[in-house]
């Protein structure tokens, strides 16, 4: 694949300059998927990887090892485990949330059962934690297992925090930490840590991916309000609808006049919504500059991103991993 | 804790003997299972954890670690390690099974929902893996990462091939090997590998966890159909009704004429059960044999794990395990 450097996406450069690293992660993913006596295994984990997806978090591992010109093969275990843990993740999300999409395709938990997702999820998190101790580095395991467990955490803390209104920007940032920038900033950091670097490398990647991952995020969750469906696959108001606490929504909670606090009771807490209910929370978010306000939040984890990206050598990966940055924050533009 | 040691059951012996390490161990579960943002996973894990059980798979590394008179503290971590993934896996069992109760008491899933188990048995997993990093034993590692993989195999294996009449021996040996004894032998080999042993011991321990487990297994599926609801709190007949291809079953379906395989279809494959079906299963059972061709089974996995032990050092630890054997198939007497 040749792109025209001028006119293709951040990601997509990055895709078209790890060609073939990337092409080398897929066929160890394909091998790992597989399963001599269960079937149902692969079937469950190609219908849901063989959907694409960004490939974002491998990426961000093999581009990590490039800025430092690794020469092994670990880093294509890594980016591998990183995706077979991401991919573990959103089957147990799909049941945990009983989605019935996801990737423009019906969701696992839909064409078979809760069950293979369950259980599927858990062969590929064992899988990848198999490929982890092959690298042999005590370090990459002690950062994944970490992230594990940050993610795991931030999993249990959405689901009892969701639909109370009482969940605060302190509590918003400790689930986005587990349900994106845990796994963004292992993912990085892990690709500097194979590569040898030092402490002050590695702890520099992860502020990247930690940064990168909560902007992310932020981003996602205003584009939900932002009507931008031709480019997110996202219909607007899939939140909103889901009753789900995303940063604008916190933002005009907490600004929010007793009238309008009912307006929110009702439709999150009790999920009592009516025609029109969308735009009247639509016309609250902008009323409140909540919009604005998570947009600048996103813009300075950007900047807090830029400047981790300041302290790694110079490197043409380095300058696409902060185009990346602009990309994340410049959808909401 | 002081025991009569003629009286007491073999995994009562082993338990006061180690009560010491074994309170180490639950003050290491006490502790990391706490989390301080989402208080739902104390919650669960303790309902889950102070409903007891024999707490055989910790007590199995920790009696590996003191054959060889381990002096080191990696032994309790590795034994919480085994108690968490035992745990994990519990969990999400109750979700696939749709169980009600474990332990003699409601499930998790019952009394929060399918949610809280899934999430917080994915937490107890990435909690499992931190504590075995903290050995820094890659041999560990490797060996727990392999175990889980077989674990979430044998889970999926189990959810094809329930009902299906077709299923023989060898499937049935894949999923109890994914169910009970992968996790037993990992548990044994572990405490070796940590005691530093040479690989024919650790070998031999692997072996001995191994073919315990599956004994362990043979000699449970019997006991459901055992009239011994006294002492394994369970119901006669509970496998029948939830329609399990035990091994018992296995043989009798394998040597059925036409009428019993019409029977075997109707109440296993339809879950058509009617009255009186649990006693003509029992005759079915009886008239080939099957009952007794289980035990002669579990009594030869005994045996296996038995030899596996003469390969072990002489020790009061030795004698107590080859005990525990006893014990499994004398349930069976």
New interface residues.
């Given amino acids: 694949m040749s792109l025209d450097e001028s006119s293709a996406k951040p990601h997509e450069r990055l895709a078209a300059l790890l060609e073939a690293e990337l092409a080398a992660v897929k066929r160890v993913i394909a091998d790992r998927m597989a ?1 001599e ?5 692969p079937e469950v984990t190609a219908h849901l990887v063989g959907a694409g997806g960004k490939r974002l978090r491998p990426m961000l591992t093999l581009a990590a090892a490039r800025l430092f010109d690794y020469e092994g093969d670990h880093h294509i275990r890594l980016a591998a485990t990183v995706e077979f843990i991401h991919t573990a ?1 959103l089957l ?1 999300d799909d ?2 949330d009983e989605s019935a999409r996801r990737r423009g395709r019906p969701t696992a938990n839909l064409l078979w059962d ?3 997702s ?3 999820g ?2 590929l ?3 990848s ?2 490929l982890m ?1 092959e690298t ?1 580095s ?1 370090r990459v ?2 950062i994944l ?2 992230a ?2 940050t ?3 931030g ?3 959405q ?2 925090a969701a639909r109370d209104l009482r969940t605060g920007e302190d ?1 918003y940032l ?1 689930v986005v930490r587990g349900k994106t920038a845990a796994l963004f900033a292992a993912a990085t950091e892990v690709g500097g840590v194979i590569a040898g670097r030092s402490d002050a490398e590695t702890r520099a990647l992860h502020a990247y991916g930690d940064a990168l991952g909560i902007a992310f995020q932020i981003a996602d969750d205003l584009l939900d309000y932002g009507g931008v469906t031709e480019t997110t696959g996202k219909n607007v108001g899939d939140d909103f609808r889901e009753r789900k606490l995303t940063l604008p929504l916190i933002k005009a909670v907490a600004a929010a006049n007793a009238q309008e606090r009912a307006f929110w009771e009702r439709v999150i807490e009790k999920g009592d919504q009516q025609e029109g209910d969308l735009e009247e929370a639509l016309v609250l978010l902008r009323r409140h500059g909540a919009l604005e306000a998570s947009r600048a939040d996103a813009e300075a984890w950007a900047a807090r991103a830029r400047s981790a990206l300041a302290q790694l050598p110079e490197h043409p990966v380095r300058g696409m991993l902060d185009d990346l940055l602009g990309y994340v924050v410049g959808r909401l533009a």
Same sequence: chains 1, 2.
């Fill in positions: 399963s006596h269960a079937p149902r295994i993740t147990h049941v945990v809760n069950k293979s369950v259980l599927v858990d062969y998190f064992a899988r934690f198999q101790v042999g005590l395991l002690d297992a970490n594990a467990a993610i795991a955490e999993e249990v803390l689901l009892t509590v400790k």
